[in-house]
């Protein structure tokens, strides 16, 4: 069973950093990609970020360029997000994504 744990989340003020993590098991983390997703209130799911499974090639959502970096660690089955310069507009639950499925998120909330 493929399960998918996030922490990390909080309050912060505008121009402030939180590290996000997953924890991952039930598949072959080592073999797989892996994503971010956030889901703003009221809004649809939107991606932010991916990570190759080699932790070689990430990709980022514009919004988030430069402002965010996607890391892993193959040896504890464990994905990252650290985020800086946090704006209020990402105020959002933040998921760990494998092939669509999720967890059940950490919340983040960016204060002016």
């Known amino acids: 069973e493929v399960r998918l744990v996030e922490s990390g989340g909080g309050k912060v003020q505008s121009g402030g950093s939180l590290r996000l993590s997953c924890e991952a098991s039930?598949?072959?983390?080592?073999?797989?990609?892996m994503n971010w997703v956030r889901q703003p209130p009221g809004k649809e799911p939107e991606w932010v970020a991916t990570?190759?499974?080699?932790?070689?090639?990430?990709t980022y959502a514009d919004s988030v360029k430069g402002r965010f970096t996607i890391s892993r660690d193959n040896t504890k089955s464990r994905l990252y997000l650290q985020m800086d310069n946090l704006k209020p507009e990402d105020t959002a639950v933040y998921f760990c994504?494998?092939?669509?499925?999720r967890g059940r998120g950490t919340e983040v909330t960016v204060s002016s």
């Open positions: 994504d494998f092939i669509g499925l």
């Open positions: 039930g598949f072959f983390f080592v073999t797989s990609d």
């Open positions: 990570i190759d499974r080699y932790g070689s090639t990430t």
